[in-house]
Nanobody, 118 residues
């Protein structure tokens, strides 16, 4: 079993920045074999969408809408994935979730709310 805990969300003005963190915890084996980790976001009434994803080796991919503004990174020693968000826009307002792949299982955190005011 793996637990994911997001943090770093909040209220920010348009143009501002935030750094989201997601810390994974669980068995030593799970932490050792943890594969890709990702950030998704969801607004009410819409499907959860991929923001960015990073493999254990550091290969990243992400949505075109956030390229140049969002940067994903991870620290395997801390079992933590980060999302640096710059130049925030009101349309970035959403609940941001992280996930992690461990073997054939996909785990999700409970999310952290990001609200961008205009």
């Amino acid at each position: 079993q793996v637990q994911l805990a997001e943090s770093g969300g909040g209220l920010v003005q348009a143009g501002g920045s935030l750094r989201l963190s997601c810390a994974a915890s669980g068995s030593i084996v799970s932490m050792t074999v943890m594969g890709a980790m990702g950030w998704y976001r969801q607004v009410p009434g819409k499907q959860r969408e991929l923001v960015a994803r990073i493999t254990r080796g550091g290969v990243t991919n992400g949505a075109d809408s956030v390229k140049g503004r969002f940067t994903i990174s991870r620290d395997n020693a801390l079992n933590t994935v980060y999302l640096q968000i710059n130049s925030l826009k009101p349309e970035d307002t959403a609940v941001y979730y992280c996930n992690a792949q461990v073997g054939s299982n996909l785990y999700w955190g409970k999310g952290t709310l990001v609200t961008v005011s205009s």
